[in-house]
């Protein structure tokens, strides 16, 4: 009974030292990311920003929009064209296909552990639009003209006009790889190079030039060659030699047509979805592949030390031409603000953060013009994976919205790279939204996240829209629709403007935000909530309420959340978890409890005044 107690003692220990360590490391965290701050915007004034008042030494603020080949171009045989076609049992050899689970991760939870992708999690009598889809690329095979994309390749004015009727300065496209080196240079480039379509590239930079927009262009927009795939792409120190053939190819045709370079679009996103969860195209990770993935000299830190050198070796070349006008180049780095769900996973997100928010802009940071940053929302970490929180609210590709955390991330940034004395440029920021309700208060919103911070003394030299028309979304194919105009597929691509377009066009033309604009756009979406409006949903959840990496072929439909997401007006949630639960109400009963003693009654004699007593708010 002495040794029986005595665990049960130590054991009590233990469980108490590491709450207690948690909740130290929450509080810690809190204070840090999750603190309440007074907006510097002056929400009672009728214009709530302008744009047109701040400039920085490279220019004025601008407004841009962007698009990617694997997104947008037509008659384009790449790995994202061959994954689609494919089905998961045919990316290995057939005598392996039954040995061999192919693991998916929730979007950003690879830091957690390993998450079974299993269809079996899903309820029994589920709708099958619940379920993950069982090929590589959801909403894909279901599409009308699904290899068409935009036929941006064939026919880019029409993307091209339609930019520029909204009268943003700066066009954001990017150049295949694949397509200008369609094989392997093992013989020499000039046997491995489509000259043709160097020319066909230059052509449609001349378009978008001519039509009145300066061209950034992004040479790496996940989309690696599949003969590169074929051995090990990224994972293997030639593929920096044959990027440098590629980048020098496409510099010494286009540098004069271009304004501003991007040499890789979210490296760790790629270096995630591709190398350690296999969700991506680029030949599946075996099981210790993954398992050791960030380890010093896992597969993630070699990835992203060859684009390190190759962004760096891309740099010098680029700025080694003379030119009349330095040419910026710098890096799309794509940040999500991240927050536990419980106590215990605030662990998880820090060692999430570590990994991916600075270590790349660390390593580059003497060869950078610019700091890029794409932010499209917020994600919830629970246990091994991304929790859907049912009180926030969502994008169709599961992001949660919250405008804040861009004005959070952009000054935690500032604060950390202001001694490099370079601009940031929200070279990404949208969201997945078909009924075009949400689009028109996130788009001001975010906006005024990024005006807050520019008071704050934070050098945002341009803002740039994701995206122009509804395209193919990665893994998640046609599901989800982030363009500001839509796209009827069955009817020869034709678009329809939505009233985002014109709200965006007005933004950008006046350079300001109005409280008229602002007012309109949330009402919108708030009588919507009210009314139990419903939406489509592209993402795959589990019995425990964390999201699938994977899309769907059909959506699911969810509600309008009524919730005041407004830049400044968000109100950080508690943890979720039962036991941070249960110590919120064991803390909170007593102000409960005061709360509802009613005033004393005082005889007439007694001369003593008994005043209630106001209970401070815990937060």
């Not at 662990?347 to 999430?352: F, L």
């Amino acid at each position: 009974m002495n040794i029986v107690a005595l665990l049960v003692k130590v054991a009590g220990l233990f469980a108490t030292i590491t709450v207690g360590a948690n909740a130290f490391s929450y509080t810690r965290f809190r204070r840090r990311n999750l603190g309440n701050f007074r907006s510097p915007i002056d929400e009672s004034k009728e214009i709530l920003a302008d744009f047109n008042s701040h400039e920085h030494k490279e220019g004025k603020f601008f407004f841009g929009l962007a698009t990617a080949p694997a997104h947008a171009e037509d008659e384009l045989d790449d790995a994202w064209l061959q994954f689609a076609k494919e089905t998961p049992s045919d990316a290995v050899p057939a005598s392996e296909a039954a040995d061999r689970k192919k693991i998916k991760l929730a979007v950003g939870a690879i830091t957690k552990g390993l998450a079974k992708n299993n269809v079996k999690e899903v309820k029994a009598g589920d709708a099958a639009a619940d379920k993950p889809p069982t090929i590589n690329v959801a909403a894909w095979h279901n599409t009308p003209h699904a290899e068409d994309r935009l036929k941006f390749w064939s026919d880019p004015d029409k993307e091209v006009k339609l930019a520029k009727e909204t009268g943003v300065t700066v066009f954001r496209m990017g150049i295949d790889w694949s397509r200008i080196m369609p094989k392997e240079p093992t013989e020499g480039i000039k046997e491995a190079v489509d000259y043709e379509a160097l020319e066909h590239y230059k052509w449609i930079l001349n378009r978008v030039r001519s039509n009145g927009m300066k061209v950034m262009l992004t040479l790496f927009h996940h989309s690696l060659p599949p003969w590169a795939a074929d051995y090990g792409g990224w994972k293997v120190e030639k593929t920096v030699d044959y990027f440098m053939d590629f980048t020098r190819l496409v510099v010494d045709s286009m540098f004069e047509l271009v304004d501003s370079w991007v040499t890789f679009n979210e490296p760790h996103v790629f270096t995630l979805l591709t190398y350690m969860c296999g969700s991506w195209p680029g030949k599946n990770p075996d099981f210790m592949e993954m398992a050791t993935s960030t380890l010093p000299m896992g597969v993630f830190h070699r990835v992203l030390h060859y684009m390190a050198v190759a962004h760096s070796k891309a740099y010098d070349y680029i700025h080694s031409k003379i030119c009349l006008k330095k040419p910026l180049v710098g890096i799309a780095h794509h940040v999500s603000f991240i927050r536990p769900y419980g106590l215990f996973d605030t662990g998880a997100v820090t060692i999430s953060n570590s990994l991916t928010v600075y270590p790349y802009i660390d390593s580059i940071s003497k060869k950078l013009d610019f700091i890029g940053i794409n932010y499209y929302g917020q994600e919830c970490v629970y246990g091994v994976g991304i929790k859907l929180v049912e009180t926030d609210e969502y994008s169709e590709s599961g992001r949660g919205i919250y405008p804040d955390g861009l004005y959070r991330v952009l000054l935690m940034l500032h604060y950390r790279y202001k001694h490099l004395k370079i601009p940031f440029i929200v070279t990404e920021n949208g969201v997945s939204d078909e009924t075009d309700v949400i689009r028109r208060p996130y788009l001001i919103e975010h906006l005024l996240a990024i005006y807050a911070a520019m008071l704050k003394s934070v050098p945002v030299l341009g803002y740039i829209f994701w995206t122009i028309s509804d395209n193919w979304e990665w893994a998640d194919g046609y599901g989800p629709k982030f363009g500001l105009v839509a796209v009827d597929r069955s009817n020869n691509l034709a678009r329809k403007l939505r009233p985002s377009y014109h709200l965006f066009s007005k933004i950008v033309k006046s350079g300001k935000i109005t409280r008229k604009d602002r007012s309109l756009a949330w009402n919108e979406l708030l009588r919507a909530a009210k009314s139990g409006k419903l939406r489509p949903f592209y993402r795959a959840v589990d019995n425990h309420g964390l999201m699938y990496a994977d899309g769907l072929d059909k959506p699911q439909w969810r509600p309008y959340v009524d919730r005041d997401w407004r830049f400044g007006h968000y109100q950080v949630d508690g943890l979720q978890d039962p036991l941070s639960r249960v110590a919120r109400v064991l803390l909170l009963w007593p102000l409960i409890m005061n709360k509802k003693i009613r005033k004393v009654k005082v005889k007439p004699t007694d001369d003593t005044a008994l005043h209630p007593a106001y209970a401070s708010h815990y937060y």
